[in-house]
């Protein structure tokens, strides 16, 4: 019976067994079929192309610059005292002969009167010696024809002389008793005066380094920093070669100011703005940094409203040279592999071709390109990545980021 059953069943198997491989054979051919309608070409990739332009361009050199005041004046103490008084808000704008600090000036008042006293002495003392030679000299001149008749004798005479000279000896040490006298009341009145630490110029008056109840003198650092912003300052360093081109460019280092031909400085702000008041060259140090081969430059930007203040750093920026007949493409054409620059061409049967290309000085939002490129020719900008060599693409004008064009 076993056996029976096995035979039954072997030609159900074999029917299951055939079905399956021909609806394997259908989907096959399905799959196939499917495949085939959608197996045409796939159309070329869309990309935008710019044009090779060729135009002088400038050539801007940039340094890093720190701002500084124009006159950053230190207020320190000429005298010893506490300070009882601070009289401005720090920051603030303030003018010459404006009181920033009081010190105690009761010490300086009290010898001014000292002074002043011993000064009316001296001058009671020089009218008491003017008064005794001329009684001496009443003698002088009673003695004198009595000698020569013989009532009086000549040591009457000689002793009235001697007196005379005396008293006009003490006349001589009152006289400078009252110029000693009244040297100590001018220096009495200066010290009075220190003791009011005004504001030497016009200027932003910084932090207070001291606070009131500080006990100050003449060694004492400065109690706070005044500084003149507007013109405000700008240093910046530049390499040996890029100063001597600029003095044969400017080699009258007065006109640098004044001539309209001046190079123009440009201010980069930390916050990445641009500066809206150009600069100038103010002067350039005395000697070149043995160490760096560099050399250090004065840059002067007028600064209304006092908006840049001393201590801040930005990158200043300037055209040292302009490139004839320049090539530029835009930057984004541009791709950088091992080391070595590429842009991809298309040519008039819309083919790609990868070449490379040496760069020059960026421009912008363009790149200088030295060689590789010909005027003209048209190089993808936007989908670089989507295009190989041989390629053929569907080319589009190159627009350039609408945000960034309202900005300019």
Not at 43 to 67: F, H, M, N, R, S
Not at 96 to 124: C, M, S, T, V
Not at 283 to 310: E, H, K, Y
Request: proline share 5%; with cysteine.
């Amino acid at each position: 019976m076993p056996s029976v059953r096995k035979r039954e069943q072997e030609p159900g198997l074999n029917f299951a067994k055939r079905l399956q491989r021909v609806l394997l054979a259908l989907a096959i051919v399905s799959t196939v079929g499917c495949g085939g309608k959608g197996s045409g070409a796939m159309p070329p990739p869309e990309v935008e192309v710019a044009a090779v332009q060729q135009k002088d361009v400038p050539i801007y050199g940039e340094w890093i610059g720190t701002l500084d005041g124009y006159v950053n004046a230190d207020v320190k103490a000429q005298v010893t005292g506490y300070l009882i008084q601070q009289a401005y808000k720090e920051g603030s704008y303030v003018k010459k002969g404006q009181l920033l600090f009081q010190i105690d000036p009761r010490p300086f008042q009290a010898a001014l009167d000292q002074a002043k006293g011993q000064l009316a002495e001296a001058k009671a003392q020089l009218v008491n010696a003017e008064a005794n030679q001329r009684r001496t000299q009443l003698d002088v001149d009673r003695y004198t024809p009595l000698a020569k008749d013989e009532a009086a004798s000549e040591q009457d005479l000689d002793n009235s002389v001697q007196d005379n000279l005396a008293a006009k000896a003490t006349i001589e040490t009152a006289k400078a008793q009252i110029q000693a006298a009244q040297a100590a009341v001018e220096t009495a009145q200066i010290n009075l005066g220190f003791t009011r630490l005004v504001s030497p110029i016009d200027g932003i008056a910084g932090q207070a380094q001291l606070q009131v109840g500080a006990l100050v003198n003449t060694s004492s650092p400065a109690v706070t920093t005044v500084s003149t912003v507007d013109p405000i300052k700008v240093f910046f360093t530049v390499s040996e070669q890029e100063y001597l081109e600029f003095a044969k460019a400017y080699p009258n280092p007065d006109s640098w100011q004044t001539d309209k031909n001046k190079m123009k400085l440009q201010l980069i702000l930390a916050d990445g703005t641009t500066y809206p008041h150009e600069g100038s060259v103010y002067f350039a140090d005395r000697s070149v940094s043995q160490n760096t081969g560099s050399i250090l430059i004065a840059g002067l930007f007028p600064n209304p409203g006092n908006i840049l203040r001393p201590g801040g750093y930005g990158r200043v920026r300037a055209v040292t040279e302009v490139e004839k007949g320049a090539l530029l493409v835009p930057q984004r054409a541009v791709s950088e592999l091992q080391g070595s620059y590429q842009v991809a061409v298309v040519d008039s049967q819309n083919k790609v071709t990868i070449q490379t290309v040496v760069t020059g000085d960026r421009v912008g939002s363009d790149w200088v390109i030295t060689d590789g490129l010909k005027p003209g020719e048209r190089v993808v900008a936007e989908g670089v990545q989507k295009v190989r060599d041989g390629m053929t693409v569907s080319p589009k004008p190159y627009v350039a980021d609408a945000a960034v064009a309202e900005k300019r």
